[in-house]
């Protein structure tokens, strides 16, 4: 519906009720409403939830379950992106009452900077709040999926993929923090992160979007992340995309996955869990299907796992227009109608609908009318959202006060930075061709040497990167920091790839950095078929490597990407080293030169298997026992140092409901560098298949050269959960008693366990 037939009379009426309202509660009427019991914050928030309730008409109830983008309320409501409009506020916010916003991908607020957001946020609440009878405040979210990325300004972390190699959950939770204050510095309240889905295909579009592959790995991390973030006041999280969606088949994005509930439970669950239980108060609900459901009409998913076995008491949101599409894309409904009492009876409380404000609502209205949709349903899904307000502090204080958006997002670049230095992944290092150590004329080149897009990946000022011919996000390129980092008596030369003299230039120099990079990406416009980068850029470094034939130049291949790259054969033999970068954000080139120049050890591991070859996919280091695995390019934890570790004296107990490793670690190399020791399992002899190992702990060390130190790893018996059964399996999964070894590097242990329940991430044993 479009409002603006009525324009030139609603923005008057909408100003005119808007500051009745502002002065009765600056009044006494106002004063009335703040003695009535959901207004006393001393009060507890069941209390004060049932109060509001029972205040409430349907219709302000419904338009509580309801959430809108801010495209819809700026400029003609049509993706123009002008100044927000008071007719379409008065209609989404007034007339219908929805109670949040979200500004997706493509929907930051004019102008995009700090203030130009808290100013929209500002504005949308300040309208909410004199349009709603009963006082009732926004919640308003944003995906700050690698930092406050869409706001101009922000600092960019590393994508998840990246802050995964760097194995360090308190980095994640620092940088949790930190993105988690930015955000609320504008007036958000609501952040659509971590994704706790797992990445086991790169083919996937999502994929750089994951904590990679290991469930442990991801389950931590994702865990690190919610204690950072819901440190910060007013904000609320959330794991996405509950559940199944990492399991892209053939690595499409929203494809049906079959998926077997031992592999559901046993694999793609655990971080979701790990996640609740650090205390994400909301859940964003998988656009796609899993064994013939679409997971938005599941109620055994929705309600009978997230509520009633796992306990989750938050709210459960939609994700975009994926409620509708029960009946425009998946044919399980008749029309919208019959969707939307689908979705809200399978558990959904909160639809990110995100456009069609009154087709949803009255959609809802009709579904209750008719007795589609039981009232009880309606009240227990508006209650998690209003719980969600008052825990939050909104009704209290709707805005964030005090303190200048802008300096807090400028902000922790220290953090970022460090960030980068512990993911960058020494992949090769043939004849220790880096360090750079006597280099005296280094030329840096190739697509993502000088290209802050290409650095930033996708969700970045824009949903599919930073938008061509706009604004350029702050950061420091590859090209830069080699340049600012150089240490003396290096002279850093800069070629774009096209220039005419490049190849002689190259000849000359000592060596060669040559980034390449995929261009960004996002969601389903970023699944790959190949794996491979673009042919243009395989066919200029090769020109490249041709032109480099017969010079001393040793050339290192740099990678900005979001998953595995596929390098045909002759450019991986080509490159003295290769370097994974990841997605890095505003601080590649800082950290790039640290570890490039020597000054830094590179200690990040991969956070995912790295195949030989998209013919080998899907494949993951975890896979259950068969006769022919095939080998990866560089396995799960893959990542070369330019000092030397080795280990002596394992042993491993269980404490509780945890093993306990321990194992000593040494530097027995030349330099000082940090080591990620990895901890392995090996199953017993089950009844069901096992995997040949299964990455179970980590921890990361500092060790100068010559220093050596017991390290102490922790291993939660439940990352050895397996969900037993025969091929029907439905349970819930349980450590299986037997005899398990636990390994890292050249040692190990034996422990034996007792078969345990296992319930909230932690296990009880018999
Ligand atoms: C994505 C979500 C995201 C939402 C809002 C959807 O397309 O799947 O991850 O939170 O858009 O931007
Ligand atoms: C929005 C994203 C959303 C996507 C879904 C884009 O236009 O900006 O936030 O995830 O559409 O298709």
Redesign the pocket.
């Known amino acids: 519906m479009n409002p603006h037939p009525v324009a030139a009379r609603r923005p008057l009426l909408a100003v005119a009720v808007s500051l009745a309202l502002l002065f009765a509660l600056a009044s006494g009427s106002g004063r009335a409403q703040d003695r009535l019991p959901y207004r006393d914050a001393d009060r507890p928030v069941p209390e004060r939830v049932a109060d509001l309730l029972g205040r409430m008409t349907l219709e302000e109830k419904v338009g509580q379950m309801t959430q809108i983008?801010l495209s819809r309320l700026m400029g003609t409501g049509e993706w123009d992106r002008g100044p927000l409009d008071e007719a379409w506020l008065e209609h989404v916010l007034g007339e219908l009452q929805v109670g949040s916003l979200?500004s997706?991908?493509n929907a930051a607020p004019v102008p995009n900077d700090p203030a130009g957001w808290a100013a929209a946020t500002e504005e949308a609440q300040r309208f909410a709040l004199a349009r709603s009878r009963l006082g009732i405040p926004l919640l308003y979210?944003v995906?700050a999926?690698h930092g406050h990325a869409n706001v101009l300004g922000a600092t960019v972390y590393p994508h998840n993929v990246g802050l995964a190699a760097t194995f360090d959950p308190d980095l994640v939770r620092r940088i949790g923090r930190a993105v988690g204050e930015d955000v609320v510095a504008t007036g958000v309240t609501w952040n659509?992160a971590p994704?706790a889905d797992l990445g086991r295909d790169g083919r996937w579009g999502?994929f750089y979007?994951t904590f990679g592959e290991s469930p442990a790995l991801a389950g931590a991390l994702t865990a690190a992340y919610v204690e950072g973030q819901t440190g910060v006041p007013r904000l609320a999280v959330?794991l996405?995309?509950f559940i199944g969606y990492g399991q892209a088949p053939a690595g499409d994005d929203r494809a049906p996955a079959d998926l077997s509930m031992r592999e559901l439970r046993g694999t793609h669950l655990p971080p979701f869990v790990e996640g609740l239980r650090a205390g994400a108060q909301t859940i964003?609900i998988n656009?796609g299907s899993v064994n013939g459901v679409p997971v938005h009409a599941s109620r055994y998913l929705l309600t009978d796992l997230l509520r009633d076995e796992l306990g989750f008491g938050g709210v459960a949101l939609s994700?975009?227009a994926d409620v509708r599409k029960l009946w425009s894309v998946h044919r399980v409904a008749r029309d919208e109608a019959a969707a939307v009492a689908m979705a809200v009876n399978a558990g959904v409380d909160v639809v990110?609908v995100?456009h069609d404000a009154a087709g949803f609502t009255a959609a809802l209205l009709q579904g209750v009318h008719d007795g589609a949709v039981p009232e009880a349903r309606i009240d227990e899904a508006v209650g998690r959202v209003l719980a969600l307000k008052f825990a939050l502090g909104l009704f209290e204080e709707p805005f964030p006060g005090p303190g200048t958006a802008t300096d807090v997002i400028e902000e922790d670049r220290f953090l970022a930075r460090q960030a980068v230095l512990q993911s960058i992944t020494l992949l090769e290092n043939r004849g220790g061709a880096l360090p750079l150590g006597d280099t005296r004329r280094l030329l840096v080149t190739g697509p993502g040497a000088d290209d802050v897009a290409l650095q930033m990946g996708g969700w970045t000022l824009g949903?599919q990167g930073v938008p061509p011919g706009g604004d350029t996000p702050p950061a420091v390129t590859v090209l830069q920091g080699l340049r600012d980092g150089a240490p003396e008596g290096v002279e850093v030369e800069g070629r774009p790839p096209g220039a005419a003299d490049l190849f002689e230039r190259a000849g000359a120099a000592d060596a060669v950095v040559a980034v390449l990079g995929e261009p960004p990406y996002a969601?389903t416009p970023g699944d790959s078929d190949d794996l491979r980068l673009p042919p243009a850029q395989e066919a200029w470094a090769r020109e490249l490597v041709a032109g480099l034939a017969g010079s001393d130049a040793t050339l290192v291949l740099v990678l900005l990407a979001g998953r595995p790259i596929d390098l045909p054969p002759d450019l991986h033999a080509a490159a003295g080293a290769v370097v994974m970068a990841y997605l890095p954000g505003s601080e590649a080139g800082t950290a790039l030169a640290e570890v490039l120049y020597g000054r830094a050890s590179p200690s990040g591991r991969l956070p995912f298997t790295w195949p030989d070859g998209v013919g080998q996919l899907p494949l993951v280091g975890d896979a259950p026992l068969s006769e022919a695995v095939p080998e990866p390019r560089y396995e799960l934890g893959h990542g070369l140092s330019y000092t030397r570790f080795s280990y002596a004296g394992a042993s491993a107990r269980r404490v509780d409901d945890e093993v306990l490793l321990q194992v000593t670690v040494a530097n027995t190399g030349a330099r000082a560098g940090d080591d990620v020791v990895l901890v392995w399992a090996e199953f017993p002899v089950l009844s069901i298949l096992t995997p040949e190992r299964r990455l179970v702990g980590f921890g990361r060390v500092t060790l100068a050269a010559g220093e050596s130190r017991r390290v102490d790893i922790r291993i939660p018996l439940a990352r050895l959960a397996l969900v037993p059964g025969d091929v029907q399996a439905f349970g819930e999964a349980a450590v299986l008693m037997g005899d398990y070894r636990f390994r890292a590097g050249s040692e190990s242990a034996e422990v034996f366990l007792p078969s345990c329940r296992v319930r909230d991430a932690q296990a009880r044993c018999r």
């Open positions: 983008d979200l997706g991908g979210g995906d999926v659509f994704v999502r979007e959330t996405k995309h964003m656009s994700d975009w990110m995100p949903w969601e």
